[in-house]
């Protein structure tokens, strides 16, 4: 028997639908949201998992799974029992005695490999629960168990070097109505003030978050970020942006080389800037860094 390989999600599927369009969470259609037709879903796992704030509706969980599921396929770490009728992987957390979590999954015997049409798909597993590895190894079924995905391959790159120099790009934010709206839903002052004084606002904001950052670059908190434009993904540093007496909006710097096409050392300042161009509103930002680590910043929470 071939390996039933998870199929190759179609460019316009969503995150959720990578994950759906492996297994069958409840009898669901691949159109449809797994943790909406599998309401445990979720509740099992945040139960099962060591505790932390997972968002309301335990949305930051939801956007974890389908997010790290897309990651597991990109770096092929799904194991496959030897008759390909099992299935799993490590969804990177832990309970609260520091051992991973593993989703588990059962062969389809509907599956069809060769109906890769999206009207009619059946996915080539069915979900079936969560497992801690003591367990999963009991069933007997899989040689070894996959580690988690990982972002980063210098652990240098979720620290902010205070060397570099950091250029922010204030009229592409104040221009861009959908960076604007996020300010002014954030703070009541940006939303009221006329666009010279909302430039003037955002600019004092950076110069202290600037400040702030040089202090203590522990304040930067990483995120990993993937877009249309950047498929792959990238490693970023959140700034907290102060308004109004309190973090509203949060900005992520990245880092680039000052001679495009090049890879200095990592340590090399002078060769390197960090630029921020865009803002997230805090519940952005907050899911874009659990990808990374359990977020115990003081001012990085969920909303």
């Known amino acids: 028997m071939s390996a039933p390989a998870p199929p190759l999600p179609?460019?316009?599927?969503?995150?959720?639908?990578?994950?759906?369009?492996?297994?069958?969470?409840?009898?669901?259609?691949?159109?449809?949201?797994?943790?909406?037709?599998?309401?445990?879903?979720?509740?099992?796992?945040?139960?099962?998992?060591?505790?932390?704030?997972?968002?309301?509706?335990?949305?930051?969980?939801?956007?974890?799974?389908?997010?790290?599921?897309?990651?597991?396929l990109q770096q092929h770490r799904l194991a496959y029992s030897a008759d390909f009728q099992h299935a799993c992987f490590n969804t990177g957390l832990y309970d609260k005695h520091y051992r991973f979590i593993f989703m588990y999954f059962v062969a389809n015997s509907?599956?069809?490999?060769?109906?890769?049409?999206?009207?009619?798909?059946?996915?080539?597993?069915?979900?079936?629960?969560?497992?801690?590895?003591?367990?999963l190894r009991k069933l007997g079924v899989f040689q070894d168990l996959p580690d988690p995905v990982h972002y980063f391959d210098d652990p240098y790159e979720l620290l902010f070097d205070r060397r570099v120099a950091l250029e922010i790009k204030l009229d592409h934010i104040l221009d861009d109505q959908v960076q604007l709206q996020r300010l002014t839903d954030a703070s009541p002052t940006m939303n009221a003030a006329s666009p010279s004084m909302?430039?003037?606002?955002?600019?004092?904001?950076?110069?202290?978050?600037?400040v702030k950052c040089q202090c203590n670059i522990r304040t930067l908190v990483p995120q990993?970020?993937?877009?249309?434009?950047?498929?792959?993904?990238?490693?970023?540093?959140?700034?907290?942006?102060?308004?109004?007496?309190?973090?509203?909006?949060?900005?992520?710097?990245?880092?680039?080389?000052?001679?495009?096409?090049?890879?200095p050392p990592p340590t090399d300042h002078m060769q390197w800037y960090y630029s921020g161009s865009t803002v997230l509103s805090m519940g952005m930002a907050f899911q874009n860094a659990r990808l990374l680590f359990k977020i115990e910043s003081e001012w990085l929470k969920p909303m």
Not at 39 to 61: F, H, I, R, Y
Not at 198 to 210: P, S, Y
Request: overall charge positive; hydrophobic content about 35%; glycine content about 6%.
């Open 224 to 263: 990993f970020f993937r877009d249309k434009n950047n498929p792959d993904g990238a490693l970023q540093l959140l700034m907290p942006i102060e308004i109004d007496g309190r973090v509203c909006v949060v900005m992520p710097i990245q880092k680039h080389p000052k001679i495009t096409g090049t890879t």
């Open 10 to 72: 179609h460019a316009h599927l969503s995150l959720a639908g990578f994950l759906n369009h492996f297994a069958y969470f409840g009898g669901i259609k691949p159109s449809e949201d797994a943790s909406d037709q599998c309401p445990t879903l979720l509740s099992d796992l945040a139960a099962m998992a060591s505790p932390e704030n997972w968002g309301a509706q335990l949305c930051v969980l939801k956007s974890y799974l389908e997010q790290t599921f897309k990651r597991v």
């Open 110 to 135: 509907r599956y069809d490999p060769k109906n890769t049409r999206h009207k009619g798909f059946v996915p080539p597993f069915f979900y079936k629960r969560f497992y801690q590895p003591y367990d």
């Open 198 to 210: 909302q430039r003037t606002l955002l600019k004092d904001a950076v110069e202290n978050a600037k």
